[in-house]
């Protein structure tokens, strides 16, 4: 079945809006199917969120944002491709998607943050996508929860938006507030 969901934008988009787009779509119940694992899907996810299949690159985006769907984090950390009758393991090198754009409504207390990922979801930070800090090895690797215990990494722009916000606001430790929560931009 191919994918007919457009991409969702943030430009010229109220919170509210988005809101309402993100709360429309109807994906798969990925975390209520539990077939048993049938093997590796040549798949892999790289560090930077290209999809390759078989060791070339997925071109087509409307693929992508489809498996995209039925990607799912287990509790071991391994990452897998689920429907209701099989599940096959995909490689992830660092998060399944990437925060490639912010949108912000408000200021300090009242603000909201949105995030585009490079799925062509979007998410809006709080409560239920906790944006986090981990230390990566390669420098702080900042992450907010998507679904299903995936993450998205943000780009180091975003990353860097995100210190300026913090540092003008002055927060102790630096941070940012999204949706009534404080997310502190220090790696734990």
Not at 36 to 44: A, F, I, N, W, Y
Not at 66 to 84: A, K, N, W, Y
Not at 104 to 114: K, N, V
């Amino acid at each position: 079945m191919p994918e007919t969901r457009p991409p969702i934008e943030l430009n010229g988009v109220s919170l509210a809006e988005l809101q309402r787009l993100i709360d429309e779509r109807r994906l798969p119940p990925v975390d209520k199917w539990d077939p048993p694992l049938c093997g590796h899907s040549g798949m892999r996810i790289a560090r930077d969120g290209t999809w390759f299949h078989d060791g070339s690159p997925i071109g087509r985006p409307a693929m992508v944002r489809l498996f995209s769907t039925i990607l799912r984090r287990e509790r071991d950390g391994t990452h897998v491709l689920v429907t209701p009758v099989e599940k096959l393991g995909i490689d992830v090198e660092s998060t399944a998607f990437r925060a490639v754009e912010m949108h912000c409504e408000g200021h300090g207390r009242e603000r909201r943050i949105a995030l585009k990922l490079n799925s062509g979801d979007a998410v809006i930070v709080g409560p239920k996508h906790r944006l986090s800090v981990v230390e990566a090895g390669r420098g702080p690797s900042p992450r907010v929860d998507v679904r299903h215990g995936l993450e998205a990494e943000l780009s180091r722009t975003l990353y860097y938006e995100l210190a300026e916000i913090a540092l003008a606001e002055g927060e102790d430790p630096p941070g940012v507030w999204s949706d009534g929560c404080f997310f502190p931009l220090e790696p734990k």
